[in-house]
C-alpha cells in the first residue's frame, strides 16, 4: 500500500535513464581507460620494467620501484585531474539533457497532459542522474576490486579500501554539482542557457571577486584592500570547495551534503513553479529576468574595464586620469553590451504563444 504512494514510476525512470544512459556508459568507458586499465597493469608494467633492467644490466632498487608504481596508482585514484574534469561535467551535462533537452522537444507539455504528477516527474529524474552517476564509478570500483582477489601481485600497488573510497569520494563530490545545476535546470527554458548560466555561476563565487580586485586596481585601491584572504575564504565554501573536503575535515561533508540536499529541494519547488508554455525561454521565471540583466551587465562593464585597459596599455603616456577614462569607457561600452545581449537572448527566445 505505502509502496504505491512513493514517486518512483517505472514508465517515467526507464524514459529518463533511457535519455542519459549513453552518457553514463560513456563516462565508465572513459574511467576503465584513464583509470582502471591504468591501475590493473601495474604488475605487467612492473614485469617488463623489471626484465628491461635486467637485459641491459641496470642495477636497480625493487622496493623503490615498487613504492613509486604504488604512489603514481595512489595519484590516479586520488587526484586524477580527468576524473575531477568529469566529476564536475557529468552533472551538467545529465541536467541539461533530462530537464533542457525535454524543453527542447517539447515532451514536458505531453507529460503535463499524462497522470504524472511534478513530483514523480522530477523525482525519477533525479534518480537518473543519480543512477547514472553512480553507475560509472560502481562499475569501475568493482572490476579493480575483482582484480584484487583474481590477482594477488596487485595488492602491493592498491587496497580495496582505496577502491572504496575512490567511488565514494567522486559520487560525494558530483552531489552539490548535481544540485546546483538541477537549480538552473529548472529556471532556464532552453539547453544552452542551462548549459552556460549553470557555468558561469559555479565560478562566480570566485569571478566576481576577482573583477572587482583587478578593476579597484586600475582605479588605484589596490593598497587599501586584500581579497587573497577573501578569495580564499569564499573558495573553501563554494561548489568547487567540494574537493577540499579531504583537507577540510568532517565539517566539509556535513556542509556539502546539506547543502545538496538544500538545493535538490530548492529545485523541486522551483519544478513546481514553473510554467511549461515558458519552455524554450532563456529564463522561466519572470521576476528572475531583472537580476539577470542587471547581473550579466555589471559582470561585463567590470570585465570590459580590464580589456579596455589592457588594449589601450602604452598609447600615450600613462597618467591616473587617463587610467580611470579607460575604465569608465569600458564600463560604459561593457554594460550597454551586457544589457543589449541579455535583453537579445531574452526577446529571441520569448515564447509566441
Given at each position: 500500500m505505502y509502496l504505491k504512494m512513493l514517486p518512483f514510476?517505472?514508465?517515467?525512470?526507464?524514459?529518463?535513464?533511457?535519455?542519459?544512459?549513453?552518457?553514463?556508459?560513456l563516462l565508465a568507458g572513459i574511467l576503465f581507460v584513464g583509470?582502471?586499465?591504468?591501475?590493473?597493469?601495474?604488475?605487467?608494467?612492473?614485469?617488463?620494467?623489471?626484465?628491461?633492467?635486467?637485459?641491459?644490466g641496470i642495477e636497480y632498487d625493487r622496493d623503490y620501484v615498487i613504492e613509486t608504481y604504488k604512489n603514481e596508482t595512489s595519484w590516479r585514484l586520488d587526484q586524477g585531474e580527468v576524473t575531477i574534469f568529469l566529476v564536475i561535467l557529468m552533472p551538467i551535462v545529465l541536467v541539461a539533457i533530462l530537464f533542457g533537452e525535454e524543453k527542447r522537444n517539447k515532451t514536458f507539455e505531453v507529460l503535463s497532459v499524462m497522470p504524472y504528477t511534478k513530483y514523480e516527474i522530477f523525482f525519477n529524474k533525479l534518480l537518473a542522474a543519480l543512477l547514472?552517476?553512480?553507475?560509472?564509478?560502481?562499475?569501475?570500483?568493482?572490476?579493480?576490486?575483482?582484480?584484487?582477489l583474481i590477482s594477488t601481485n596487485l595488492r602491493m600497488f592498491y587496497s580495496a579500501k582505496q577502491v572504496l573510497t575512490w567511488m565514494?569520494?567522486?559520487?560525494?563530490?558530483q552531489l552539490p554539482m548535481l544540485g546546483?545545476?538541477?537549480?538552473?535546470?529548472?529556471?532556464?527554458?532552453?539547453?544552452?542557457?542551462?548549459?552556460?548560466?549553470?557555468?558561469?555561476?559555479?565560478?562566480?563565487?570566485i569571478?566576481?571577486?576577482?573583477?572587482?580586485?583587478?578593476?579597484?586596481?586600475?582605479?588605484?585601491?589596490?593598497?587599501?584592500?586584500?581579497f587573497n584572504n577573501i578569495l580564499s575564504e569564499m573558495a573553501d565554501y563554494t561548489i568547487m570547495?567540494?574537493?577540499?573536503?579531504?583537507?577540510?575535515?568532517?565539517?566539509?561533508?556535513?556542509?556539502?551534503?546539506?547543502?545538496?540536499?538544500?538545493?535538490?529541494?530548492?529545485?523541486k519547488i522551483l519544478f513546481d513553479k514553473n510554467k511549461v508554455e515558458r519552455n524554450k525561454e532563456t529564463l522561466e521565471f519572470e521576476k528572475t529576468e531583472g537580476f539577470f540583466k542587471v547581473g550579466v551587465s555589471v559582470c561585463t562593464a567590470?570585465?570590459?574595464?580590464?580589456?579596455?585597459?589592457?588594449?589601450?596599455?602604452?598609447?600615450?603616456?600613462?597618467?591616473?586620469?587617463?587610467?580611470?577614462?579607460?575604465?569608465?569607457?569600458?564600463?560604459?561600452?561593457?554594460?550597454?553590451?551586457?544589457?543589449?545581449?541579455?535583453?537579445?537572448?531574452?526577446?529571441?527566445?520569448?515564447?509566441?504563444?
Open positions: 514510476n517505472k514508465t517515467l525512470f526507464k524514459k529518463d535513464f533511457n535519455m542519459v544512459k549513453v552518457i553514463s556508459f583509470v582502471t586499465v591504468y591501475v590493473l597493469s601495474r604488475y605487467n608494467s612492473l614485469n617488463n620494467l623489471e626484465k628491461y633492467y635486467m637485459e641491459e547514472s552517476i553512480v553507475l560509472p564509478f560502481i562499475i569501475n570500483g568493482l572490476i579493480m576490486i575483482l582484480a584484487l565514494s569520494l567522486n559520487i560525494y563530490y546546483f545545476s538541477l537549480i538552473f535546470g529548472t529556471i532556464t527554458g532552453t539547453t544552452i542557457s542551462q548549459i552556460i548560466l549553470t557555468i558561469i555561476f559555479l565560478i562566480f563565487p569571478g566576481f571577486p576577482l573583477l572587482i580586485a583587478y578593476n579597484l586596481e586600475l582605479l588605484g585601491f589596490a593598497g587599501h584592500f586584500s570547495g567540494v574537493f577540499d573536503s579531504l583537507n577540510g575535515g568532517f565539517e566539509y561533508y556535513i556542509f556539502y551534503i546539506t547543502l545538496s540536499i538544500i538545493m535538490i529541494i530548492i529545485s567590470l570585465l570590459m574595464a580590464i580589456i579596455f585597459s589592457s588594449i589601450f596599455d602604452g598609447f600615450s603616456y600613462e597618467s591616473y586620469g587617463f587610467e580611470i577614462i579607460k575604465v569608465i569607457i569600458g564600463y560604459i561600452v561593457g554594460g550597454t553590451l551586457g544589457y543589449f545581449l541579455a535583453q537579445f537572448s531574452i526577446k529571441i527566445n520569448r515564447s509566441k504563444a
